[in-house]
């Protein structure tokens, strides 16, 4: 084999290694938008948002479910009592 086709195998060959890497970023970040027990930055301002024009929240507190609303606004599992936070998006 000619060095100038090793050079070009071995080019496409990282070239293939770049693009499946580039995938695998890809769907490891769809994984974690999905599956993380934390909600992403932007979901934890919309509820945060939602918490403190709540009559219900108090002294960092929800009244209607008892919870602490800071932890209770970064875990994906939590939900609003009176389904006043946004949907988490792809979930419905
Ligand atoms: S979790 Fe819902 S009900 Fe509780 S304070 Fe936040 S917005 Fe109000």
Not at 20 to 29: E, I, Y
């Amino acid at each position: 084999m000619s060095r100038d086709t090793q050079l070009r195998y071995r080019e496409a060959f990282f070239e293939r290694q770049g693009v499946f890497a580039s995938a695998v970023r890809g769907a490891t970040r769809v994984a974690q938008a999905t599956y993380s027990p934390t909600a992403s930055v932007e979901l934890q301002e919309q509820r945060w948002l939602a918490c403190l024009a709540c009559d219900a929240h108090q002294r960092g507190q929800c009244m209607a479910c008892g919870c602490w609303t800071a932890p209770k606004i970064r875990l994906t599992s939590e939900q609003c009592p009176r389904d006043a936070w946004p949907e988490i998006a792809g979930s419905s």
